[in-house]
């Protein structure tokens, strides 16, 4: 058996390690022809194997050859794309807005006229008698402002917060309006239904009356059945031939108004005045517009 060793270790070195001892000796005795009829392809089925091995090797060995500057070049070609995007990026210039710091009303005098968007981020607004989309058909303002005064400022502040806790939020038409103003509107529509005679003035030129809607917190439209400055049965108080959703708007708005001082007139439901402003004096204060 001990002289079989030799041959058994050849064999295994080529990949037959589990020849038996018998066909071992049978090559040892001279059968060589048998054996190579019986175990010739085996062996050629091992070399192939061996070959297959030895080609995936080598592809492997090829594919990390050539693949290693391909990272060096992808990061050389990311890093100029990224030095374009920030060349590009420095040319162009920031569109985030800057919000000014909001003023305090503390320490002023409730006579006082503000500029209501200085207390105040959260108030909307879409000054109508600044355009030409009112009842008059004329621009009267000559920039969209909204000033009251201090007294009634702190009315609309509370207001306001209790609309947002709702999920609402004001939208002002009008504020407080110069008596040179009113002036306008009355050569342009001289009725007391519809504008206040200028001499004796009215609660909008005492900056104690405003004219408002609501909107969501997004911004967007409440539905309250005509738009401002409707002058119809349809946009009075009392009509309550109007769809539930419109009448749940108005309700909103009114109880809410009334709860922080401010009451309304029953043919416009946009209109707000002030209760304490009521005896303050007409005023002829003018802002300044941005030029």
Known sequence: MNDLLPARAFYSTI???????NYISD???????????????IFELSLS????????????FSFFI?????PKEVVQDTVKV?????????????KIPVLPKLKSLAGLADST????????????????????NNFLKAKVYDCAECYTRVRTAKALLKANAAFMEKGYKIKFYDCYRPNSVQYKMWEIVPNPQYVANPVKGSIHNKGG?????????????VDMGTDFDFFGKKAYHDNYNLPEEILAHRKVLKETMESFGF?????????????????????NFKWDCES
């Open 113 to 132: 006229f503000i500029r209501l968007a200085d207390y105040s981020a959260d108030f909307v607004y879409d000054l109508r008698y600044a355009t030409t």
């Open 66 to 70: 050539s693949c290693k500057d391909k």
């Open 15 to 21: 990949g037959f390690g589990n020849l038996s001892n």
């Open 209 to 221: 009356a405003v004219d408002i809607t609501l909107v969501t917190l997004e911004g967007e439209s």
């Open 263 to 283: 009451w309304s007139i029953r043919t416009e439901w946009w209109h707000y005045n002030l209760s304490a402003g009521s005896n303050a004096k007409i005023a």
């Open 82 to 94: 990224v030095e374009k995007e920030l060349d590009t990026i420095k040319t162009v210039p920031s």
């Open 27 to 41: 090559f040892k005795k001279g059968m060589f022809k048998n054996f190579l009829v019986i175990y010739t392809p």
């Open 49 to 60: 194997m061996q070959w297959v091995r030895i080609s995936c090797i080598m592809v492997v």
